[in-house]
């Protein structure tokens, strides 16, 4: 393969390779073919990409029970050596924190992959880890910012989500994918909260436990965890960023998940606390029809207001990822509950908030794909000028797409 950056292809193209390898791999990775897609040099350029932005190269490497090109190969065992290492250091770091937490007197639990880890869902290095999640108390936060700090760490910036905290030695490879050297941020929280796309779902109550003890703990239930991964999903799917390994984390979990875990999420169902799950429990649907109990959407789908119900049925993984290259003038409007609410929203994307605008100052200013792009500078005026005008693609896909497509050596 010799593709260049300088003859990337036309971007319709890479729309469409982009949408062709995102489902088909979304299909391999829950039931495994015997023979090896028929794809073009492109198409499995851009297979490396979708693989890397959706998390799932190791999970590909272990499942799939055909070959493909020998670049193909090779970059998915690179990036299960890549990925194997960075898990050995994470789990280093988290038995440090643990540690420090207990000496501290610190109650924290670890979110959503290092909870999956810990379980035994995912053997070590199976799963990527962008960074550590990590829940606190609200008391325990200056604590905790001073523990990591002892860690080595230092606070990056702060938004209404959690405090971002990274290594104070190391810098992120502009390489495809994981890489082994990449720095472990760590993400502090005290509210586990989504905003769907204004009003905030808010489900710490049910994570925390009710007797914690210093130290790392576990969630309260497998219940609790699945609850956790769906809202995390449902964030995904209105913001259009949800990856398949999302869906691999809740369909693994679903496997391991008791009659009585169930019955919890059932009532919760019931009682209409689950509204903004069932475009995530559809997806999955899509990709892995057992895997979720058929009674417990038929509980939710009422509960979900008309417009989002209506909308979540012709979802893909490709519409709702990265994987879709064009950036959306109003992603997720269909998740407002009210006209009063779809209006705030139009607002807010009109004419963002000062918190807004400092977010994302602040992902320009620390995330790699927008540090050098034009776009992230850009007005709010002129940002919908663009809209209007003409398809921008993401930063974010084309950050991957431009890495896949580099040169290979020989």
């Known amino acids: 393969m010799s593709i260049r950056p300088a003859a990337l292809p036309a971007l319709k193209a890479v729309q469409a390779g982009l949408a062709l390898t995102t489902e088909a791999l979304a299909h391999e990775l829950a039931s495994p073919g015997e023979r090896a897609p028929d794809w073009s040099e492109l198409e499995w350029r851009l297979a490396c990409a979708v693989s890397a932005a959706h998390g799932v190269s190791t999970l590909l490497s272990e499942s799939l029970a055909w070959r493909g090109p020998v670049e193909w190969q090779r970059f998915l065992a690179a990036q299960r050596e890549h990925i194997a290492q960075r898990h050995r250091r994470i789990a280093e770091l988290l038995e440090r924190i643990d540690a420090a937490a207990r000496s501290a007197g610190i109650a924290i639990v670890p979110l959503k992959g290092a909870a999956l880890h810990e379980l035994g869902v995912y053997a070590a290095g199976q799963r990527p880890m962008a960074d550590i999640d990590l829940l606190v108390r609200d008391e325990d936060v200056e604590p905790t910012l001073r523990m990591l700090e002892d860690l080595g760490y230092y606070l990056s910036f702060v938004t209404w989500r959690h405090h971002v905290l990274k290594p104070r030695i190391g810098s992120p490879s502009p390489e495809l994918g994981e890489h082994r050297d990449n720095p472990i941020n760590v993400e502090l929280h005290t509210r586990v909260q989504e905003r769907l796309p204004i009003s905030t779902v808010d489900i710490s109550a049910q994570i925390f436990p009710r007797s914690p003890r210093p130290g790392l703990n576990r969630y309260p239930s497998r219940a609790a965890l699945m609850t956790h991964l769906l809202l995390h999903a449902a964030g995904n799917v209105r913001g259009r960023g949800l990856k398949l390994l999302q869906l691999h984390d809740i369909a693994l979990l679903a496997s391991r998940m008791r009659e009585s875990d169930w019955d919890e999420l059932r009532r919760a169902g019931v009682d209409g606390r689950l509204w903004w799950a069932l475009p995530p429990l559809r997806l999955i649907a899509r990709y892995r029809s057992s895997a979720i109990p058929r009674d417990l959407l038929g509980l939710i789908e009422p ?65 790699l794909y927008m540090s050098e792009q034009a776009w992230a500078r850009l007005s709010q005026s002129r940002r919908m000028l663009r809209w209007l005008l003409v398809q921008s693609p993401r930063l974010d896909t084309m950050f991957v797409v431009r890495a896949a497509l580099q040169p290979v050596d020989p």
């Open 303 to 367: 509960t979900c207001p008309w417009l989002l119900r209506l909308h979540s049925r012709h979802q893909t993984l490709t519409s709702v990822s990265c994987s879709k290259l064009w950036i959306e003038a109003f992603p997720g409007i269909e998740w407002s509950r009210s006209a009063a609410e779809m209006c705030e929203y139009l607002a807010r994307r009109i004419r963002p908030s000062a918190e807004a605008i400092k977010e994302r100052a602040d992902s320009a200013r620390t995330q």
